[in-house]
Structure formats: structure tokens, C-alpha cells
């Protein structure tokens, strides 16, 4: 729809006005300081964002105390020039920024303080040795282990307890806190403020969490007045900014049960929107609530929920409400965020993962350019979050790197053959068609995609073709050119300046007696559809393909053995994407073999040991599925004389995952 996009339509929000409705909704990211203060990594993946068109950039989880949380932190006038620079590179592009206050629900002083104290009786512990004094240094030791140990005893016991436990005074103290927050954020030229209303004050708004007894508990009158109250606080501290209120809603999963605990339900979250507006919140964000333990409860993996899955209940605020409402969870295309915008259900569109796989949404629907769109996996974002890592896409190279990781000027005119069109592949004839180069894309099969259209075939995986549908619209309008069912001879490589390999990998089978059998094929074979397993299948090797594998096999009615010799199987699957397989293979009946060592196939079925107790296995199967492993596809370039690069999985002797293909790619790309 180029400028008519219903996307890129001004709006007022409070006394301001926000350039387009596309919004960064609050993820932790992971790029501040050591001190909670915005540095360059911070300030260069903002900034990004801003270059890319986002109107509206909230930073997530920003602290008004000095927490442990690795989240950025204001909670100290020396933090504020940091949060100032911010603000200028954002509002050099035209964008708003926001920070969302939040409080942990636990005693922050309380724990601080044994953790400091753990820590001091550790430096005086390392003293006490370098001196020679083993009796001191031992008591230290103690000293600090016990301290450390207590401290994480309170922090479990506050998280369940705390909201019922705290006092008033300390509930006032935290207010404060947010406050002076506040304050300082508009010293430093911020724009908005958001309420982050789950974790301290979205658990004391929850009837599930809250058991207080006092002003704070009981009712939903009683359970709201602390968030009325910090928002009364925040409008007095910053009066001229915006004030956003993030809204956790407890949602129902399609079994009946609950999903969220902190926030409010539906009912209550409507009534409590509407005492929001007359407390002078500017905007609502309608979200899920969390307090699960789960991130994918409310960044939840692909195939999971449904598109647009908190849509229903912004939709329903948005009738009881005249400020603007921002919806966010899974609206992952453009599509989808110019209907929901037509429709009046909403005001503003938060593209969270989204806009880590492509930051410059806002601009190429106003230039109606192909977006890479988010394939809601988790791999590279709520995975690296959860693993203390710092966020990012796996589809973009750029993520967290972009002062120094940026696409370069193409040098002069140059030809760039590119071997391979599986996910390296394609992004190496991206990147290189980018810089102004002329491409020529080959590879032997039919379709693009390599391993990725093997990758989309277990359950709730078929959203992973995204990824290769953005390069079949991108690469065509970049003007390369595509020869599929073609390989790429000597003559081809040697007429060309640069030549980068991307032939992928394929996989392997045990060595071990009858692994070449009748009744024995490959994960990879059975993916694709070339062979149709039936009755009881014994799946070997359970990492993430063979973990796949057996979910397939099971949506096809087969009955599955799976033989892992580690501890445990799908060992690297996304933490948010494990207890859902978990729950499936439960509810099916699939056995697990760990610690169990195939030592020879039959046609009866699988030999195998124990590795520890030593102890024969035998399962009966009608068929065995192989999924050890892949190795690299040699590829010979005797007689090339064109300089040769390798990517993806054939670059090493380990194959590569997704984001490992993408970024070598990008990289040897950029390099020519």
C-alpha cells in the first residue's frame, strides 16, 4: 500500500504525536552495561531501529533500583547521560523512545545486601590466602558460601511470597523508586514512559498471586490501587511525558487452563483499562501475562498459538477506551497490522521479534519492498535471554552489532557465483546482490530451501518456509539470477570474480552391522516424503532432527522408540519449544532410550547397550529411522582459479544451524 499503509499513519498519543503506528515493543535485549546504562551496543540497536522507521521504541525491564536482573537500570543521577544520548540518536530519525519501569517481585535491598556481604567475605577470603592465613581464608570462604546461599534462599521464597509480604512502607519505597525514575527519565529527553504491569505490580493486581489481607489485597479495587497509585505517582514526576500502561491479561489455553498468573482476567483487565483512561494513561498495551516460569507463555514459538493470539481482548479493551491501544503476540506480517488497523481494533502494532529479523519494516512497506519476516522460532531471541545471552535474530547477521556489522558498498562492477540455494546460500546471493553486484545463484534441485524444507515438515515447523519465501521475492528484485535443476561447472566459476560454495551437508548412518538393511532409511528421506515408515519405529539419535523426526512419524500414526546416547534427548531445542515436544511425546506414548548405544540393526529391530549399566537393549521395531548426524558435502575446485569461499554447512567440519549459516554467509558476502 507504499504511504497509504494504515501502518504509516500518524497518531497522538497524550500530548505527542508518533509518526507511523509501528512500535518496538519492551524486550530485554541484553546490551546494556554492566551498570544498567546504555552503551554503544544499546545505543547502535536502538538507533537501528529508528533508522529502519519504528515511531515508538520502548526499552524493556528498566530497573529503578540497583537489581541483579541484567536489564538497563536508571536508578542513579550518574546513569543519565547515558539514557540522554539515546534519546538524541532516536530522535534523530524522527522516532519516539519510551522506558518501561519495572520492579522485581522480591525484597531488592534485602537480597542486594547478603549478596554484597557474599561477596566482601569472598575478597577477604583471597586476602586472607595471598597472606598465608588458611584458618581465615577457610572461615571467609564459609562466611561467603553461606551468605550466597541465603541470599537465594529469600530471592525463591520472595518470588513466591513477597507480593503478600511486603510491607506498606517498602510498597511506598518502591514507588518512590519508580518516580524518581521517571524524573530522571525526562531529564535525559526520554519521550514516554511504560508502566510495566506484571512482575511487582501485575502480581499484586493478580487474585491468583495476591493473598494480602490489607488495602492492597481481597477486592479487585484493593488489588489495583497500588498500579493506580504508581501511575498517580508517575504523571506528578513527569508530567509532560507519555505514560503507557503495559496490561497483563491471564488468558485461557484451549484445554481450560490458565495461562499467566500476574495481571488480571479478561473481565477485570476491561474494568481495570477503563480506570486507567480516567487516571490519565495515555496509551494501554493489551499483552499476556506471565509468571510462569516460561517466556514462550508470553513470547510463545511458532505453531504454538494462533496468529495475533492477544488481539481478541485489545480488541474488546479498545471498545471501553478513547486512548490509542497497542496490540502485540504473533502480529507477524504487515498484512496482518494493516487489517487489525482497519478493523479499529487497535491503534498500534508492536513488531517485537519481528523487527530484530527485519528493523527496517516501516520503510520498505512505504517503498512496497519483500520484509523478511520473523519465523517466531526463539532460537535466536528468547533463548538467548533466558541463557543470559544477548538477544537476536537468526536470520539477521546484524543484531546487537551494528556500529560494525553493516552492509558495505559494493567495490567496482564484479560477477559473484553463488553455489547452493539452501538458507547460506541464499543469503550470501542476498548480501552480495546488495551491494550492487551481478549474482548467479545455482543449485541442482527444483526448488530453493535445501535443508529448510526438510526443517518445515514436523509438526508446528511449517512457518520456517517463511525464511525462503523472502529470498524467492527479494533475490528476483535484486536482479539475480536464479538457475535451479543446474550445477555450476569450472568455465561458469572461472568467468566470475568471487565464487562462495554453499552445497550444504547431507546426513549419515551408524556403522554399525545392518545399518544397511531394507528396514532402515534416513531422517532425512522420511522428512521429505520419500519414504512412508508405518507400525512401530525406532528413531536413532535424539538430538533436534531425530527429536523431529519422532514428532512426524507420531502425527503419522506410528508408534516411536528414540535411542540417544547422551543423558537426554533434544539436548539443544529452545527451552520455550521443549516442554510442549516433552508433553506431546508423554501423552503418545514415545519411549526414550538414553544412554543407549545401538550396537547392531536386525530385521527385527535394534541392538543396543546401555552405556551405563552395561546392560543388553533390544527393541522390536518395524522400521529404523537414522538421525546421527550430517557431514559436509566435499566439493571439488581443482581447476578454479576464481577466488572460493565456503559457507553454511560445508564451511567446516561441524554443520551449521541456521544463524551459523546466515551469518557466514553475510560475512563472506560483505568481504568480496
Not at 533434544?570 to 519449544?577: F, K, L, N, R, V
Not at 549399566?613 to 557431514?631: F, L, Q, Y
Request: aromatic share 6%; glycine share 10%; with cysteine.
Amino acid at each position: 500500500m507504499g504511504k497509504n499503509s494504515p501502518l504509516l499513519q500518524p497518531l497522538k498519543v497524550g500530548g505527542q504525536t508518533l509518526k507511523n503506528r509501528i512500535m518496538f515493543p519492551p524486550l530485554t535485549t541484553g546490551y546494556e552495561e554492566r551498570d544498567g546504562s546504555i552503551g554503544s551496543r544499546s545505543l547502535h540497536f536502538y538507533e537501528r531501529l529508528a533508522k529502519g522507521g519504528v515511531a515508538y521504541i520502548a526499552l524493556g525491564d528498566v530497573a529503578p533500583v540497583n537489581t541483579a536482573s541484567p536489564t538497563p537500570k536508571l536508578c542513579d543521577d550518574s546513569q543519565i547521560p547515558s539514557f540522554q544520548k539515546l534519546a538524541e540518536a532516536v530522535h534523530a530519525h524522527g522516532a519516539k523512545v519510551a522506558l518501561q519501569i519495572f520492579h522485581p517481585e522480591y525484597d531488592v535491598p534485602g537480597v542486594g545486601k547478603m549478596i554484597v556481604g557474599s561477596m566482601m567475605a569472598g575478597r577477604a577470603a583471597q586476602a586472607a590466602k595471598a597472606a598465608g592465613d588458611t584458618a581465615q581464608f577457610e572461615a571467609k570462604m564459609a562466611e561467603s558460601e553461606k551468605l550466597r546461599a541465603e541470599a537465594y534462599a529469600k530471592l525463591r521464597h520472595d518470588m513466591q511470597h513477597f507480593i503478600s509480604e511486603a510491607t506498606v512502607e517498602q510498597l511506598k519505597d518502591i514507588q518512590k523508586a519508580m518516580a524518581a525514575c521517571a524524573r530522571r527519565a525526562a531529564q535525559a529527553g526520554i519521550d514516554a514512559i511504560e508502566v510495566h504491569g506484571d512482575r511487582l505490580i501485575g502480581s499484586l493486581c493478580s487474585e491468583l498471586l495476591n493473598h494480602r489481607t490489607d488495602e492492597y489485597g481481597g477486592s479487585f479495587e484493593n488489588r489495583v490501587r497500588y498500579a493506580l497509585e504508581v501511575v498517580a505517582a508517575l504523571k506528578e514526576a513527569a508530567p509532560d511525558l507519555i505514560l503507557e500502561y503495559k496490561l497483563p491479561i491471564i488468558t485461557v489455553n484451549p484445554d481450560g487452563s490458565l495461562r499467566g498468573k500476574g495481571g488480571l482476567m479478561p473481565e477485570e483487565a476491561k474494568q481495570f483499562a477503563v480506570l486507567l483512561e480516567k487516571a490519565g494513561v495515555d496509551m494501554i498495551q493489551a499483552a499476556q501475562a506471565n509468571h510462569t516460569g516460561n517466556m514462550g507463555d508470553t513470547i510463545p514459538p511458532m505453531g504454538t498459538v494462533p496468529y495475533n493470539w492477544t488481539l481478541p481482548i485489545a480488541a474488546e479493551i479498545k471498545k471501553l477506551v478513547s486512548i490509542p491501544v497497542a496490540t502485540v503476540g504473533r502480529v507477524v506480517t504487515v498484512e496482518a497490522g494493516e487489517e487489525i488497523l482497519n478493523a479499529g481494533q487497535a491503534d498500534v502494532i508492536g513488531y517485537g521479534r519481528s523487527l530484530l529479523t527485519d528493523p527496517d519494516i516501516a520503510l520498505k512497506v512505504e517503498r512496497d519492498e519483500p520484509i523478511r519476516t520473523c519465523l517466531n522460532c526463539n532460537k535466536g531471541c528468547v533463548d538467548a535471554i533466558q541463557n543470559r545471552k544477548y538477544i537476536s535474530c537468526v536470520l539477521n547477521a546484524e543484531n546487537g552489532d551494528e556500529a560494525t556489522i553493516f552492509l558495505r558498498p559494493g567495490e567496482g562492477e564484479k560477477k559473484v557465483v553463488v553455489i547452493g540455494a539452501g538458507i547460506a546460500g541464499l543469503e550470501a546471493a542476498r548480501v552480495a546482490a546488495k551491494r550492487g553486484y551481478a549474482v548467479t545463484l545455482y543449485d541442482t534441485a527444483e526448488k530453493m530451501g535445501g535443508q529448510i524444507l526438510l526443517a518445515a515438515a514436523p509438526p508446528r515447523k511449517a512457518e520456517i518456509l517463511r525464511s525462503v519465501e523472502y529470498y524467492e521475492k527479494i533475490l528476483p528484485a535484486l536482479g539475480v539470477h536464479i538457475k535451479l535443476g543446474q550445477s555450476c561447472g569450472v568455465e561458469e566459476m572461472n568467468a566470475a570474480d568471487a565464487v562462495i560454495v554453499a552445497v550444504g551437508a547431507h546426513n549419515f548412518s551408524l556403522p554399525v552391522p545392518g545399518a544397511d538393511g531394507a528396514n532402515v532409511v534416513s531422517s532425512w528421506d522420511v522428512l521429505a516424503g520419500k519414504v512412508t515408515p508405518s507400525g512401530k519405529c525406532a528413531v536413532i539419535g535424539g538430538g533436534l532432527v531425530g527429536t523431529e523426526t519422532a514428532e512426524f512419524l507420531l502425527e503419522k500414526g506410528c508408534t516411536v522408540a528414540i535411542v540417544e546416547m547422551l543423558d537426554k534427548i533434544a539436548s539443544g531445542e529452545s527451552s520455550t519449544i521443549l516442554p510442549i515436544i516433552m508433553k506431546d511425546f508423554a501423552e503418545q506414548k514415545a519411549e526414550q532410550f538414553v544412554k543407549t548405544k545401538v550396537t547392531a540393526i536386525t530385521a527385527d529391530g535394534v541392538q543396543a547397550v546401555n552405556t551405563e549399566t552395561n546392560e543388553a537393549v533390544s527393541i522390536p521395531c518395524d522400521w529404523v529411522v537414522m538421525a546421527v548426524g550430517s557431514k559436509k558435502i566435499p566439493f571439488s575446485i581443482e581447476g578454479v582459479t576464481t577466488p572460493v569461499t565456503f559457507v553454511g554447512d560445508c564451511s567446516g567440519e561441524r554443520t551449521a544451524d541456521i544463524a551459523a549459516a546466515v551469518r557466514s554467509a553475510y560475512h563472506a558476502a560483505n568481504a568480496i
